[in-house]
């Protein structure tokens, strides 16, 4: 009777059940393993923020050529306030430098550059520097040259991010992600780049006063390397900065870059709109400094 009851066509068979609930368990775990394996290398975040490093770069040199070919009078004479505003160009990039530092720890990567984008580097670089000297010995040549240069810094970088972003799927179980509000050496930190940037803006034409903005800068960016570990550094901004601050940071970064571009090829703008331009980018990275950035495990 106990035979018949247990082969009875009414009594419950686990093994489908538990048979399907075993399948998708094996086949979600194959899914995450395959997602850890496309995941090797740069994630696409980080793919993200190397093309947006990559138009950072390409528009540093096309902004300072054109400035600086610009800034050249005849027969070399060079117009000291239009060529302060060209050599402010350097503080920005030399921080975001300094900055991808840490956003490079913040998302694993410990591998330099590979040759093929050294290379095209080295050579935009030495293409740079020869554009440079036929703007001082006032040698005419096509502003087109100043795009190829660009581009040629541009590519190198942005073609491994565009590449990564095509080839790496999102991942089907993203890393949880919370808003934490920024710490207090970074906080302030973001705070005084943009009042530096402010004042850089505000007093970029008058040269006296533009050469110890830039001095005291320099100095400043050079003083986080001596502080190596410490919280106050460069580098922990860039590894605590999310997409907002980092958005803060382009759009003063574009600002300064216009003021640079306008000076030498227009009338510079007035005293009153460079203060109003300074006072708001300083507020844009004042409110940047008080945001949320995005927290996810690997942080």
């Known amino acids: 009777m106990e035979s018949d009851s247990a082969n009875s066509p009414t009594a ?33 975040g980080f793919a993200w923020f190397s093309l947006w490093s990559a138009l950072m770069g390409a528009s540093y040199v096309g902004v300072f050529l054109l400035a600086f070919s610009a800034s050249i009078g005849t027969a070399g004479e060079s117009n000291p306030d239009k060529f302060s505003q060209t050599s402010l160009l350097i503080v920005p990039i030399l921080a975001f430098t300094t900055m991808t530092t840490g956003t490079r720890e913040r998302f694993g990567i410990r591998r330099a550059l590979p040759r093929a984008v050294w290379i095209p580097l080295a050579l935009a670089f030495i293409a740079m ?55 207090t050496p970074v906080r302030w930190n973001t705070a005084i780049m943009g009042a530096v940037a402010g004042l850089l803006i505000s007093f970029g034409t008058i040269p006296i006063v533009s050469s ?49 571009v306008s000076a030498p090829l227009v009338e510079s703008p007035s ?25 996810d495990t690997r942080s």
Request: charged share 15%.
């Open 12 to 44: 419950p068979d686990p093994t489908p059940q538990t048979t399907r609930v075993e399948a998708s368990r094996q086949l979600q775990q194959h899914q995450e393993v395959r997602d850890s394996l496309m995941q090797r290398g740069p994630s696409r």
């Open 129 to 183: 520097t020869v554009l440079s000297g036929l703007s001082v010995f006032d040698v005419p040549y096509s502003r087109w040259l100043i795009v190829l240069v660009a581009l040629a810094v541009f590519v190198p970088l942005a073609a491994p991010a565009i590449a990564q972003l095509i080839q790496v799927p999102r991942s089907r179980n993203p890393a949880r992600r919370s808003s934490e509000p920024l710490s």
């Open 212 to 260: 110890l903005l830039m001095i005291a800068a320099l100095a400043g960016i050079a003083f986080t390397y001596v502080l190596d570990e410490s919280a106050w550094t460069l580098p922990r901004v860039g590894f605590e900065w999310g997409w907002m601050q980092w958005t803060a940071f382009g759009v003063t970064t574009s600002t300064l870059f216009a003021f640079a």
């Open 271 to 295: 005293f009153a709109v460079a203060i109003a331009a300074g006072i708001a980018v300083f507020f844009i990275m004042l409110v940047a400094s008080a945001l949320p950035a995005p927290r």
